[in-house]
Structures are given as C-alpha cells and as structure tokens.
C-alpha cells in the first residue's frame, strides 16, 4: 500500500525469508546480494548488513546493461573502497558472470586455506545469494549452473522457498525468496524500487509513478526520452506535462483532443523497464548521501 508517495510493501512470505536467512548463515561460507544496477543503493536492503554479520559479502550489480556505465564504474569504485568486493553484470546475457568464481575464491581464501589445513581439499563453498524482489537471482543461478532450474519470471516474488543448487567449479548456491524491509524511511528509494518493478504495480498508481519517474531522469537523461519520444523537453515543465507530451507523440489521443495519460504511463513504465528508454542509473554516486548509503 502506499501512503502518498511513501511505499510500504512488505507481504507475510518475506517476514518468513527474513528468518530462514538468520537461521541459514550457519551452512555457508558466504552471501552475495544482488542488486539491480539502476538503483544499486535503493535495491540493496538496509537490514542485511546486520543479519549477515561475520559473513564475507559480495555485491554483484545486475541489469548494467540497461544502467548508466559511468555510474556503475562509480559505485564499484565506492564499494571497492568500503572493503566490498563488487562486480557489474547482466544475468541475462551471461556478461560478467564467469567472474563471479574466482571472485568467490579470493573472497574466501583463507577459508579454502583452513580446508586444505583440514585435509578437506575441494570442499564446496557455500554461498547463500540474497536480494529483493525481481532483482535477477534467478537468473544468475541459471547462469551458474547452466541448468535452467531455477523459476525465472518478470515480477516480485516468484520464489518462495529456499533452494540449493550445486555449481560445476566447486561452489554451491542457496537461493532465498526476495526479500524487501518493513519500511521505506526514504519516500525516493521506495519510487525508485517501483520504477524498476522491484514492487508491484498495485502499490503505486501508474500515472503517479511514471510522472515521478520523469521527475527523477529528466535533468540527466532528458536527452533519451527526446531521443526515444522525438520531442523537445523543457526541463522546467511539470512532469504531468512532459507525461501529456509523450503520450500525444505516441498518438495517445481520446475523444476532444484528450491524452490517454493512464496508457502513456503504462508504456513509458514498460519501455523503461525493458531497457528501451537508454541506459539510466536513477540512483546517482554524486548524490547527496551516496558516500554513507553504499
């Protein structure tokens, strides 16, 4: 539900994740949070730091083939420099995945040294993969394992149970339920999580949510909506505007000379989602904050 433009979305199953991931920790090695790469401080759960204390983290951003390159190169940089092993991908078309292995394995030398001290050379490391609602775990396992096992669909909150799955170089993946956290304390990472589809569509109204998204890119990537929509954009009109002016491009016209705003905010929704907006980073590394919240 939402109370103005602040979301809340957090259904009984992800109360349940919460606490197999608590009660998990103790049968890996490791935890790798995907996060989408549009919005790699908005996607990531602020909770989990705390749950997965002890445990070696990496960050993998997802989806960079459809975000801002430069940002993304700005956010590794930040986490690099906070001690977080993070590496850019795109789950879907396997770039950067084959990195992800020996990421792991310099994550986790000296536990492979403990093993090899132990007699136990080649045991499989453990990792469990984490992240919120169709962030793209799915995906990345598949991509790992080369099976197509895992359920992969385009919407929050396929996968419901926790599951593992064996990779060929010597690492094992538990996959956990997306999990979002009880509230949004920031009303702007809560729009930015319902632009990418990281929440449902139900907890936000779609001309709302397309006029915010507008607000949020027409400064730094107004010149991909005049590109996509082949109109002029002034960046000091109101987003509710720029939103009419998109839809009479498209043709979007109804009886009197009226915009369908309803259908030109589910096609813009969409178009970004699908990456054919252009590559955009809503979440950016110069932003006020972005330091402290990476």
Avoid at 120 to 127: E, S, T
Avoid at 205 to 229: C, S, W
Wanted: charge should be positive; proline fraction near 5%.
């Amino acid at each position: 539900m939402s109370d103005g433009n602040v979301i809340q979305w957090f259904p009984g199953h992800m109360a349940k994740t919460r606490r197999k991931i608590t009660e998990s920790l103790s049968l890996v090695d490791a935890v790798v949070e995907i996060t989408d790469a549009r919005i790699p401080v908005s996607s990531r759960n602020p909770e989990l730091a705390g749950i997965v204390i002890n445990k070696p983290l990496i960050v993998l951003l997802n989806k960079s083939d459809m975000a801002d390159p430069n940002e993304t190169s700005k956010w590794i940089k930040k986490l690099s420099e906070q001690g977080v092993t993070a590496l850019p991908m795109d789950c879907r078309s396997g770039k950067g995945v084959n990195a992800f292995p020996s990421a792991v394995r310099e994550v986790l030398k000296e536990k492979i040294e403990q093993n090899k001290a132990k007699g136990m050379v080649g045991k499989p490391l453990r990792i469990m993969v984490v992240g919120i609602p169709n962030v793209g775990k799915s995906s990345f396992i598949n991509r790992l394992c080369k099976s197509g096992k895992a359920k992969v669909e385009d919407r929050p909150g396929v996968t419901r149970s926790n599951q593992w799955f064996k990779v060929d170089n010597g690492l094992e993946l538990l996959d956990t339920p997306g999990v979002l956290w009880p509230k949004f304390d920031d009303p702007t990472v809560g729009i930015r999580l319902a632009c990418t589809g990281a929440v449902k569509d139900t907890v936000m109204d779609i001309e709302t949510l397309a006029v915010n998204f507008i607000n949020e890119v027409k400064y730094r990537y107004g010149h991909l909506l005049e590109q996509r929509y082949k109109f002029t954009l002034d960046t000091d009109a109101e987003p509710y505007d720029i939103l009419c002016e998109i839809g009479r491009k498209r043709g979007m016209v109804i009886r009197g000379g009226e915009i369908d705003t309803e259908r030109a905010a589910v096609m813009l929704m969409d178009e970004y989602r699908s990456g054919k907006i252009g590559k955009t980073t809503l979440d950016s590394a110069d932003e006020k904050g972005a330091e402290d919240n990476a």
